[in-house]
């Protein structure tokens, strides 16, 4: 809202709203952070704060190490939250270095995983509560066993696996930063989106030691292109291949 009254050049409302937002992050972080355990209290918790710049700048790096120490060691690797923080969960760990902590949560086997519900069960769709209901037992189920909302993980593969992600100041994909993460157990990625300027594509494979990357930027669009061992730099459209050494 504060960025909107900008660019309508209402100052008044620009002030007011930026004032509402530090008092919100301000009193959210005090009533919920734990200095003792260094986070909110939940995976939903910390990684909704973090991808809602709710947590001070200085310990936004150890919020997200303990969001991943939670994953791995609390919940042998799971996630523990349910369709809203699905969305954060992915990036608020990547967007740290903890890109193969991320995407482990897919991997991980046994209770309350993706294997379990899968391969363990026999799911086929996303339920409410993965463990829930037990097909063999020849029950009814009592919870939903279709949530869709549950797949919010997938931006995650457009954002973080292949990073296309928007820009803050621009709109419909016109301008936008192109930042993939390499999980170290994923070989090859192929991600596409379409827009009103055309189709942006973002692949990548594993070749040894070596990450083989090809981009694709339509007309009239730019993109920043970020990656771990160069600086920031705005490409115009075109068709790009960068090698990038293998995590």
């Given at each position: 809202?504060?960025?909107?009254?900008?660019?309508?050049?209402?100052?008044?409302?620009?002030?007011?709203?930026?004032?509402?937002?530090?008092?919100?992050?301000?009193?959210?972080?005090?009533?919920?952070?734990?200095?003792?355990?260094?986070?909110?209290?939940?995976?939903?918790?910390?990684?909704?704060?973090?991808?809602?710049n709710l947590t001070p700048k200085h310990l936004q790096q150890s919020v997200a190490d303990r969001l991943a120490q939670d994953v791995s060691q609390t919940w042998n690797g799971h996630s523990s939250v349910g369709a809203l923080?699905?969305?954060?969960?992915?990036?608020?760990?990547?967007?740290?270095?903890?890109?193969?902590?991320?995407?482990?949560?897919?991997?991980?086997?046994?209770?309350?995983?993706?294997?379990?519900?899968?391969?363990?069960?026999?799911?086929?769709?996303?339920?409410?509560?993965?463990?829930?209901?037990?097909?063999?037992?020849?029950?009814?189920?009592?919870?939903s066993l279709n949530h869709p909302f549950h797949g919010g993980y997938d931006g995650w593969f457009y954002e973080g696996l292949g990073g296309i992600r928007t820009l803050d100041d621009s709109v419909g994909y016109q301008d936008?930063?192109?930042?993939?993460?390499?999980?170290?157990?994923?070989?090859?990625?192929?991600?596409?989106?379409?827009?009103?300027?055309?189709?942006?594509?973002?692949?990548?494979?594993?070749?040894?030691?070596?990450?083989?990357?090809?981009?694709?930027?339509?007309?009239?669009?730019?993109?920043?292109?970020?990656?771990?061992?160069?600086?920031?730099?705005?490409?115009?459209?075109?068709?790009?291949?960068?090698?990038?050494?293998?995590?």
């Amino acid at each position: 809202m504060s960025r909107m009254a900008n660019v309508l050049e209402k100052s008044a409302d620009q002030q007011r709203f930026n004032t509402l937002f530090e008092n919100i992050r301000s009193h959210f972080h005090q009533h919920l952070y734990n200095e003792k355990t260094g986070h909110y209290g939940s995976q939903t918790a910390d990684a909704m704060a973090l991808r809602f710049n709710l947590t001070p700048k200085h310990l936004q790096q150890s919020v997200a190490d303990r969001l991943a120490q939670d994953v791995s060691q609390t919940w042998n690797g799971h996630s523990s939250v349910g369709a809203l923080g699905q969305t954060w969960l992915y990036r608020a760990l990547s967007d740290y270095g903890h890109t193969d902590t991320a995407f482990h949560i897919f991997k991980a086997k046994g209770y309350p995983g993706f294997s379990y519900l899968f391969d363990e069960i026999n799911g086929t769709t996303l339920w409410e509560r993965k463990g829930a209901f037990d097909p063999s037992l020849g029950k009814a189920p009592d919870r939903s066993l279709n949530h869709p909302f549950h797949g919010g993980y997938d931006g995650w593969f457009y954002e973080g696996l292949g990073g296309i992600r928007t820009l803050d100041d621009s709109v419909g994909y016109q301008d936008f930063t192109l930042a993939p993460v390499f999980p170290k157990r994923l070989n090859k990625v192929s991600v596409s989106h379409v827009t009103g300027y055309g189709e942006i594509k973002s692949e990548w494979q594993r070749q040894r030691d070596v990450i083989q990357w090809q981009v694709s930027i339509p007309n009239n669009t730019s993109a920043v292109i970020t990656l771990p061992d160069r600086k920031a730099q705005r490409y115009l459209a075109g068709q790009y291949s960068f090698n990038v050494k293998a995590p």
